[in-house]
């Protein structure tokens, strides 16, 4: 036992990490979170944060149960009611609908700041939770029923260490954890951007042979954008002057908003698709972007990382009260295999949906428009896919 009396360390306090300590809290665990950087406390005349995850059903539900969500909503979220894909080499185009799955929204947009002050804000007055911020975790070594791990030089002993220490994970590496990665040569362009028209709670999104066009909505007639591209066309576009960056977004998205104009800074991150080998290692486990990373043209990356924190979750709740070494094995084991079969398909098809589309190949181009067609005309399929879009 820590000297400090948690049983369990949270080694990040990324919206993934901050999420699995407030989950293994409500589970009835005594938790250590441990986080070099404390995040900026949210202001609503602060200009929004360029960082905005697509948080889906499943998630709203994770954080309905973790109590955070009312206060997501007091900040600021958009609802998406309605989704649109399209292909700008073919004809035919999907569209899902809330009504399709008989749920009110399809998920909701909302900037990293607000959803980590929301769940910071509640870890802080979580009696079962201590915050450790200013230092990281150094290492870990095994022991025979439990984990010691260094905490900026202290040494605590503990049951469980969740690494939730993003894509880079120093954990994942000391733990000697292989990683399959595949760059996509790809750079995700975001910025907020103000339509000519109102985006109608709608999530656009059109593939282009170089990568997908997101426009996310945001406040009034505000979108969020993400755009996919290579690395080298994302480079030349955050040194183009404004007018020519609008007008090249505006073609790029076939002026379907209209006239689409900067109103925020650009940046880019460069895309990655990642899948640790292993998810534990004896007491250590993976969660989040440092066991795997998705391509963003779904918005799923942190919504696989919030069903972890949420499987997690329910497997440590369905136990109750401290476990036993042998319970601790078996869950962290059924953890390991469900969460990675998971999370490996959802990589693979996310890539394989940036891989059919982010070309223009004639036979590939030809299959493209009949098939959207055909999906946005069976009533059930379109329902099916509706239900994978919202998580
Ligand atoms: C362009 C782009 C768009 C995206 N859009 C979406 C979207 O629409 N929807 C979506 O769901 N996802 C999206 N994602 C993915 C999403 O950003 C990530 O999946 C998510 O941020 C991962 O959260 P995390 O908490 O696992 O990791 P991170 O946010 O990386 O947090 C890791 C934390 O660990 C801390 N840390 C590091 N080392 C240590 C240590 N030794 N000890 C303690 N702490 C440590 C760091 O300080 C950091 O705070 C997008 C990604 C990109 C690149």
Same mark, same amino acid.
């Given at each position: 036992?820590?000297?400090?009396?948690?049983?369990? +360390?949270?080694?990040?306090?990324?919206? %993934?990490?901050?999420?699995?300590?407030?989950?293994?809290?409500?589970?009835?665990?005594?938790?250590?979170?441990?986080?070099?950087?404390?995040?900026?406390?949210?202001?609503?005349?602060?200009?929004?944060?360029?960082?905005?995850?697509? %948080?889906?059903?499943?998630?709203?539900?994770?954080?309905?149960?973790?109590?955070?969500?009312r206060d997501v909503l007091a900040m600021r979220a958009a609802a998406y009611r309605d989704m649109r894909v399209w292909d700008a080499a073919a004809d035919g185009e999907l569209h899902f609908r809330a009504?399709?799955?008989?749920?009110?929204?399809?998920?909701?947009?909302?900037?990293?700041?607000?959803?980590?002050?929301?769940?910071?804000?509640? $870890?802080?007055?979580?009696?079962?939770?201590?915050?450790?911020?200013?230092?990281?975790?150094?290492?870990?070594?095994?022991?025979?029923? #439990?984990?010691? =791990?260094?905490?900026?030089?202290?040494?605590?002993?503990?049951? $469980?260490?969740?690494?939730?220490?993003?894509?880079?994970?120093?954990?994942?590496?000391?733990?000697? +954890?292989?990683?399959?990665?595949?760059?996509?040569?790809?750079?995700?362009? %975001?910025?907020?951007?103000?339509?000519?028209?109102?985006?109608?709670?709608?999530?656009?999104?059109?593939?282009?042979?170089? #990568?997908?066009?997101?426009?996310?909505?945001?406040?009034?007639?505000?979108?969020?954008?993400?755009?996919?591209?290579?690395?080298?066309?994302?480079?030349?576009?955050?040194?183009?002057?404004?007018?020519?960056?609008?007008?090249?977004?505006?073609?790029?998205?076939?002026?379907?908003?209209?006239?689409?104009?900067?109103?925020?800074?650009?940046?880019?991150?460069?895309?990655?698709?990642?899948?640790?080998?292993?998810?534990?290692?004896?007491?250590?486990?993976?969660?989040?972007?440092?066991?795997?990373? =998705?391509?963003?043209?779904?918005?799923?990356?942190?919504?696989?990382?919030?069903?972890?924190?949420?499987?997690?979750?329910?497997?440590?709740?369905?136990?109750?009260?401290?476990?036993?070494?042998?319970?601790?094995?078996?869950? $962290?084991?059924?953890?390991?295999?469900?969460?990675?079969?998971?999370?490996?398909i959802a990589g693979r098809a996310f890539g394989g949906i940036n891989a059919l589309f982010s070309n223009d190949q004639p036979l590939l181009t030809l299959m493209r428009g009949p098939g959207l067609g055909l999906v946005s005309r069976i009533a059930p399929l379109r329902s099916l896919l509706a239900k994978h879009a919202a998580g």
């Open positions: 036992m820590s000297r400090r009396g948690a049983n369990v +360390i949270v080694a990040g306090g990324g919206v %993934v990490g901050a999420s699995a300590a407030l989950a293994l809290a409500e589970a009835g665990q005594r938790v250590m979170l441990v986080e070099p950087r404390e995040p900026k406390p949210w202001r609503a005349d602060d200009p929004p944060d360029l960082r905005v995850y697509a %948080v889906a059903p499943a998630s709203i539900a994770l954080l309905e149960k973790l109590g955070v969500w009504a399709d799955i008989g749920a009110p929204t399809l998920g909701h947009i909302v900037e990293q700041t607000v959803l980590l002050d929301a769940l910071w804000r509640r $870890l802080r007055e979580h009696p079962r939770v201590e915050i450790r911020t200013g230092v990281g975790v150094a290492g870990f070594e095994h022991r025979e029923d #439990g984990i010691a =791990v260094d905490v900026g030089g202290e040494r605590l002993d503990v049951e $469980l260490l969740v690494a939730s220490d993003g894509a880079a994970s120093p954990l994942r590496g000391q733990a000697g +954890i292989a990683v399959e990665t595949h760059d996509y040569g790809q750079r995700g362009l %975001v910025a907020y951007v103000e339509c000519e028209q109102p985006h109608r709670e709608t999530a656009w999104q059109r593939f282009l042979p170089d #990568g997908p066009l997101a426009f996310l909505p945001f406040e009034g007639n505000c979108c969020s954008i993400v755009w996919t591209q290579s690395s080298a066309e994302a480079e030349r576009r955050l040194q183009l002057d404004e007018a020519t960056f609008n007008a090249e977004l505006t073609r790029a998205f076939d002026a379907r908003l209209g006239e689409a104009a900067l109103v925020s800074p650009r940046a880019a991150f460069p895309l990655r698709r990642q899948l640790a080998e292993r998810f534990i290692d004896h007491r250590l486990l993976l969660i989040g972007d440092a066991a795997h990373t =998705v391509h963003p043209l779904a918005g799923q990356g942190a919504n696989l990382g919030l069903q972890d924190a949420a499987f997690l979750m329910h497997l440590v709740g369905a136990i109750g009260g401290p476990l036993t070494a042998s319970q601790w094995k078996r869950l $962290l084991t059924r953890y390991a295999r469900e969460r990675r079969s998971e999370s490996a």
